[in-house]
């Protein structure tokens, strides 16, 4: 079992940063892809970045050249910089490990509003 607990969320206004935090229980990082999806208020649970076990990463299109993924490996700590953040960036963020099992987080609250 794998605990992800996500952190870093809060208000902030248009053009502005977050970076977003998700702490694993163990280290895993070596079998696990980890991911960051969002939910938007009343829309399904969308894809937004993954960083695979041989630390390539991948983004939707909607926030390339905005968001990075990253990881470290203590505390075993996966990272989402977001940049330039837009009111469409509003929504739960949540941390995802997929490999032989799969885990979530319990989400992170992100609003972007002026």
């Known amino acids: 079992q794998v605990q992800l607990v996500e952190s870093g969320g809060g208000l902030v206004q248009p053009g502005g940063s977050l970076r977003l935090s998700c702490v694993a229980s163990?280290?895993?990082?070596?079998?696990?892809?980890m991911s960051w999806y969002r939910q938007a208020p009343g829309k399904q649970r969308e894809w937004v970045a993954t960083?695979?076990?041989?630390?390539?990463?991948h983004y939707v299109d909607s926030v390339k050249g905005r968001f990075t993924i990253s990881r470290v490996n203590a505390p075993n700590t996966v990272y989402l910089q977001m940049n330039r953040l837009k009111p469409d960036d509003t929504a739960v963020y949540y941390c995802?490990?997929?490999?032989?099992?799969?885990?979530w987080g319990q989400g992170t609250q992100v609003t972007v509003s002026s």
């Open positions: 995802r490990a997929s490999g032989p099992a799969e885990f």
């Open positions: 163990r280290s895993i990082f070596t079998t696990y892809d």
């Open positions: 960083i695979t076990t041989n630390g390539f990463t």
